[in-house]
């Protein structure tokens, strides 16, 4: 597996405890983070009965870069 595909492996969705690893905060945290965040662009829901929330990696580096100074998380 070249270098392009293994980084596609990687890209995949994450789940709720994976986006919270990312940021270093609780799962229950990511909830509240969703709110800033686009449903279909950021996030979606699995279907289904429970509808597992998936978060974008790479949308969610690209917000986390370009938040400003002054927000905290």
């Known amino acids: 597996m070249d270098a392009v595909q293994k980084d596609k492996v990687w890209e995949r969705p994450w789940n709720g405890n994976e986006a919270a690893h990312f940021f270093g905060v609780h799962p229950d945290t990511i909830k509240e983070y ?40």
């Not at 978060?55 to 905290?72: I, R, V």
């Open 34 to 73: 969703r709110k800033y965040w686009y449903e279909g662009v950021h996030y979606f829901r699995l279907p289904g009965y429970k509808g597992e929330y998936r978060y974008n990696p790479e949308l969610l580096k690209d917000w986390l870069d370009a938040l400003p100074t002054h927000f905290f998380l």
